[in-house]
């Protein structure tokens, strides 16, 4: 087995080529081998032997000359920047557990499906248990109505006759045309109310928000036996959102 590399040599062979990434990063333009040596301090050669490697890696790529970020390093970005909003989302629902006392989702609607991003809750307000698949059901959650509430009704169809109303509880909307009236009376702000057709023992509020390009919506849970504190949750919720919708508006996307 032949030895390892002294890790020297491989810390030092990483900072040359960050430094060389970071000097193609500075030009939106792009600059040939020469230039970024000279910008990252490094030997021609060993500039070159650098550049060849990050672009044969993906990391760079080389047009005309002149090497500019590549399709791995955009991903890198991506998901860093992903990583900033999630976290961003994060902490504002964690901020309004604590100050509203309940469980706070958020949930969008992205290539034909319901998708829960984000869930805050505490042993003391439990979020509530996916016991049947959160996609699949929309039609009986507050989350799902509130989301296929703002779709347009070929894509609400298509969502529908992909996940067909059923009855997940006692009180579960039973087709789909009482369920088409229902979200037809939601108003474009109002919450949507949902009161045991997805878990007994529980009722869910949830807000639609305008804020970016897909249907997307927060939402709170409570035990049944606490019903009277939905919409005075629910309300202060909605306040909350509008203080902090510039914080939202870059992380809605998520």
């Known amino acids: ?32 081998a020469k230039q970024l040596a000279r910008e990252a301090g490094l030997a021609l050669p060993t500039a070159y032997h650098l550049l060849r490697t990050l672009a044969h890696e993906g990391y760079l790529r080389r047009e005309k000359g002149l090497f500019v970020l590549g399709e791995a390093a955009e991903r890198l970005s991506s998901s860093g920047a992903q990583q900033k909003r999630r976290s961003t989302m994060n902490d504002a629902l964690a901020q309004w557990r604590d ?16 998708e829960v991003i984000c869930v805050a809750d505490s042993p003391a ?24 509430s703002q779709l347009d009704e070929k894509a609400r169809k298509d969502h529908l006759d992909r996940y067909p109303v059923q009855s997940i509880t006692p009180y579960t909307v039973r087709d789909s045309e009482s369920l088409r009236r229902r ?59 509008g203080r902090l919708l510039g914080t939202l508006a870059v992380s809605i996307s998520i």
């Open 125 to 148: 307000s439990p979020a509530v248990e996916e016991w049947a698949d959160f996609r699949e059901t929309g039609h009986a959650h507050a989350i799902g109505q509130c989301l296929l």
């Open 183 to 241: 979200l037809e009376r939601a108003g474009r702000l109002e919450p949507v109310i949902e009161r045991q057709e997805y878990a007994l023992g529980t009722v869910c509020a949830a807000i639609p928000l305008t804020v970016g390009s897909c249907a997307s919506t927060m939402a709170i849970s409570l035990p049944s036996h606490q019903a009277d504190r939905l919409l005075p949750a629910v309300r202060q919720l909605q306040g909350e959102i």
């Open 99 to 114: 100050s509203i006392g309940v469980p706070v989702y958020y949930a969008t609607y992205r290539d034909g499906e319901i």
């Open 1 to 32: 087995m032949p030895p390892e590399p002294h890790p020297t040599t491989l810390i030092g062979s990483v900072q040359r080529a960050m430094r060389l990434l970071e000097a193609v990063a500075a030009r939106e333009q792009g600059a040939p």
